[in-house]
Structures are given as structure tokens and as C-alpha cells.
Nanobody, 123 residues
Framework: VQLQASGGGSVQAGGSLRLSCAASGLTFSSTAMGWFRQAPGKEREFVAALSPGGGIRNYAETVKGRFTISRDSARKMVYLQMNSLKPEDTADYYC?????????????????WGQGTLVTVSS
């Protein structure tokens, strides 16, 4: 399994970014996908996850209403649209593939991880 995340960068508070994750080597149509993040000096935390058909979405409370997770099954891509960014959103963002179809909020339920893409939000 390979997950390639991209789209990170530097933005001012209130701005937007869209992260992308290209997946290969897995049965994308039956795998839940998620985004996690790790800020400097902190543990990795859940951000958002999406079921294979897109019918179930889970979000961390801290990003609900600002971030949107989506997927393109034909292209095997997962996206994270991030709006109204805040300095506290600064982190390395990781794309992950779950063991099953359920978009879990638990890191342990994911067994494939991409490299991080850095998002920096300045005030």
C-alpha cells in the first residue's frame, strides 16, 4: 500500500488549503480513509475520516464546520478541504487507510500511512 499526501503549505489565518492523497495497492472501494495531524511537540490526532461510499463522515470537533473530507474512487484520491484555517491547525497532516470500511477516529484502526505534508498557518 502506498499513500502519497500533498498540498501542504503556508497560509495566513482565515485562508484555505486543499490536501490530496493518492492511494495505490489497496482495495480503495472498500476501505475507509482518514486524515490525522501532528503538531510540534504533540501527539498525532484524528482530523477526519470517510467511509468507502462517502455515506459516513467523522470529524474532530476542532475542525467540524471548517474542514471537509471527500474521495474520488475512480482516481483513488482522498481530499481534505480546509477553510477558515487557524494557527492551531499548524501541523504535519497524514493520510491513512483503515483496516475496514468504517471511518474510525482511532489511530489504531488504520494500518497504512502516508508521509506527512506540512501545513503552517500564521496569525
Amino acid at each position: 500500500v502506498q499513500l502519497q499526501a500533498s498540498g501542504g503549505g503556508s497560509v495566513q489565518a482565515g485562508g484555505s488549503l486543499r490536501l490530496s492523497c493518492a492511494a495505490s495497492g489497496l482495495t480503495f472501494s472498500s476501505t475507509a480513509m482518514g486524515w490525522f495531524r501532528q503538531a510540534p511537540g504533540k501527539e498525532r490526532e484524528f482530523v477526519a475520516a470517510l467511509s468507502p461510499g462517502g455515506g459516513i463522515r467523522n470529524y474532530a470537533e476542532t475542525v467540524k464546520g471548517r474542514f471537509t473530507i471527500s474521495r474520488d474512487s475512480a482516481r483513488k484520491m482522498v481530499y481534505l478541504q480546509m477553510n477558515s484555517l487557524k494557527p492551531e491547525d499548524t501541523a504535519d497532516y497524514y493520510c491513512a487507510a483503515a483496516r475496514t470500511y468504517y471511518p474510525s477516529v482511532r489511530e489504531d484502526d488504520y494500518d497504512s500511512w502516508g508521509q506527512g505534508t506540512l501545513v503552517t498557518v500564521s496569525s
